[in-house]
């Protein structure tokens, strides 16, 4: 295979995908999509992926080709709903908080395995927690890196909980025979998992985003092996984000749940902070 072509082990789906290029949206912005494709290892010519990242003046975005109706996906954690969410809406009161549980000024160190689009992690990252981003699909790991950059750029030293927030690079928990030994120097007090659940809702009922998503990383079919991973590293306890309904991630009961509106938060405790 190719370098730069990822096996679709690499993306959990069962058939060899081709990868998301990053390319400029106008002539004057080929060099700085060249430079970024090059830091995030992404190719610069038309792959025939389904997807493309171009670079605009105000920054990346994701287009998905096949549906032009569709708006790019932007991600920006300063304005719009996200931002409210995370500085007004969010907090204490969020399921994922307290399944985190956070209280009596200890804020975990908390993985999050399965970063996406970031959202989850960084109501942590605002709720306390030193939060670390780990992301396999390469294309939204770059999305995410510039996003959290841009964030980080934005506060400046007035949101001292976003700057503790680090993108790690691109890749797995599933990569390492010995995921602990890589995270040696920093064990997570608890590892936080979002795997993709194969979708059973009428793709009406979710979300644009999310449907981009699921389309460009597929169903995360290896997503039962993250459990074990994640026990092994995390020093206290592992969460893990399901579909209200959903069977247990590798059909393991969990120590306590905390239910949202559409999610449950299986919580797998270790040991107590
Ligand atoms: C449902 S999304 C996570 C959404 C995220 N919680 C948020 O708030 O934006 C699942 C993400 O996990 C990533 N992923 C799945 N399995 C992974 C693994 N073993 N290692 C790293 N990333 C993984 C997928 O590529 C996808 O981007």
């Not at 290029?21 to 060099?31: D, G, I």
């Not at 709903?81 to 307290?98: F, H, I, N, S, T």
């Not at 644009?208 to 306890?237: E, N, S, T, Y």
Request: glycine residues 8%; hydrophobic residues 45%; contains cysteine.
């Amino acid at each position: 295979m190719p370098r730069g072509w990822h096996s679709a082990s690499a993306y959990g789906i069962s058939s060899v995908s081709f990868p998301v290029p990053l390319l400029a949206a106008e002539p004057e912005l080929q060099a700085a999509a060249a430079a970024l494709a090059s830091e995030f290892t992404l190719p610069t010519v038309d792959t025939g992926s389904n997807f493309i990242l171009e670079l605009t003046r105000e920054g990346l975005q994701l287009r998905w080709r096949s549906k032009p109706e569709y708006q790019p996906l932007v991600l920006d954690y300063t304005r719009g709903k996200q931002a409210w969410r995370q500085q007004l809406g969010g907090g204490r009161q969020e399921a994922v908080v307290r399944a985190l549980g956070l209280g009596k000024g200890f804020r975990p160190k908390v993985l999050d395995a399965t970063a996406g689009l970031g959202r989850d992690g960084l109501i942590l990252a605002h709720a306390g927690c030193e939060v670390r981003l780990l992301e396999r699909n390469p294309a939204i790991h770059a999305l995410l890196h510039q996003a959290v950059a841009h964030l980080q750029q934005f506060h400046g030293n007035e949101h001292w909980s976003y700057q503790r927030v680090l993108v790690l690079p691109a890749g797995s928990l599933l990569d390492h025979e010995d995921a602990h030994a890589v995270f040696a120097d920093w064990q997570p007090d608890a590892v936080y998992l979002d795997p993709m659940f194969p979708e059973r809702e009428k793709s009406a009922a979710v979300k644009k985003d999310m449907q981009m998503l699921q389309q460009l990383v597929g169903a995360d079919l290896d997503a039962d092996g993250l459990l074990a991973a994640a026990l092994a590293i995390a020093k206290c306890r592992v969460v893990v984000k399901r579909p209200a309904k959903a069977p247990f991630l590798a059909g393991q009961t969990p120590s306590s749940q905390i239910a949202s509106k559409k999610h449950r938060f299986d919580v797998y405790i270790k040991q107590a902070y």
